[in-house]
């Protein structure tokens, strides 16, 4: 993963798997209605679906799409998971405040039941996001005067739009699986790290080593050592990405007394992966870049910035927002990462914030 580029599929699901945790693929809206006959069925539908069987092919997990939401969520809260479960929801954003707040419930149980035996259930929430242009601050010719004035524009629009309690139920976000688009055909849907086409039998029998490095790290999780300075590490962190510059300070930047221990999991995942059996700060520093991004709310617009009450004109606030816009904007499109703002944050953060000797 690039310092901001968002983690590949393969290995968000392993540690998801592993940590039974839910999380986020983020797809670009528009690009499989291009490529995929009208006559095929959701091409997120079938990446997912067909990447997790690359990933699991003999582990016997049963994956549920979402058709119905409304429905759907009221059959898995009636219904009892024997072995282990993964439930695609196509459009996490399009769901009802009733159906987040139904999701949640849901999700809260599923955890609740994962503790207590093996079977359990994970969500993954597709988002799909598209790179909108910030409105511009300028006045053009013909605008009407009785238009909302340029205080109420979002010049950092945000690609995930459900409620903040739904949100962090997910702990992260991932680019999508890769799929091959020279045929409409489902065969031609592939992960890039688990093309075996033309594998040799010893790069086969690594890979398999690969697919059942989970199981071990399940195992061994807990025996992974985290000093006290690295949780202070990861503390500092928090305090300094809750009073940056560019998030919500009203909302603690989106990060709350629970990221303490996602990002401690998540750096054990990423120890043991490794092959280590203790937590150092570049793990910590991966964990971040991982992590905090999605769960960071921005200022988006000047009444959301906190230095308007200690004097700051608003106008220049706006300025300095759109051309933070201007500037994501074109770096989404390069790094294919909606998230690219965020992720910068997080890194202006790890590199103030002094690790632990």
Known sequence: MGDHSLP???????????????????????????????????????????AISEIYPTAGMKVTVMKSTTESLDSLATTHVQDFEIV?????????????????????????????????RIFIG????????????ATKDGDDASKPTQKTRVFLPACIHIDGWLKHKFWFACAPPYLNFDSSSESSISTRATDHTGATGEEEQESAGKRSVVVDEEANLDDVFVGNNVKRYILDIMVHLR??????????????????DSVILLSRLMSLHSGRMFVSPSHVKEASMWYFPMHLELVRRSSMD???????????????????????????????????????????VIGKVVPPV
């Open 8 to 50: 590949d599929f393969q290995t968000c699901l392993k540690f998801s798997v592993t940590a039974r945790k839910s999380f986020l693929c983020m797809y670009r809206d528009g690009v499989a209605d291009e490529k995929l006959a009208s006559s095929m069925p959701s091409a997120c539908d079938i990446q997912l679906k067909r």
């Open 88 to 120: 695609i929801i196509p459009d996490v954003n399009s769901l009802s405040r009733p159906d987040q707040a139904k999701l949640v419930r849901v999700m809260r149980e599923s955890e609740i039941s994962s503790e207590k035996a093996q079977a359990g």
């Open 126 to 137: 597709v988002v799909h996001w598209n790179n909108q242009l910030p409105p511009s601050s």
């Open 243 to 260: 009073t940056h510059r560019l998030t919500y300070n009203a909302k603690a930047g989106g990060v709350y007394t629970s990221s303490l």
């Open 306 to 348: 906190s230095s308007l009450l200690y004097g700051s004109d608003p106008e220049l606030v706006d300025d300095m927002l759109e051309k933070l816009g201007k500037i994501k904007f074109e770096e989404v499109n390069e790094f294919e990462n909606p998230l690219f703002l965020e992720s910068l944050v997080v890194k202006n």
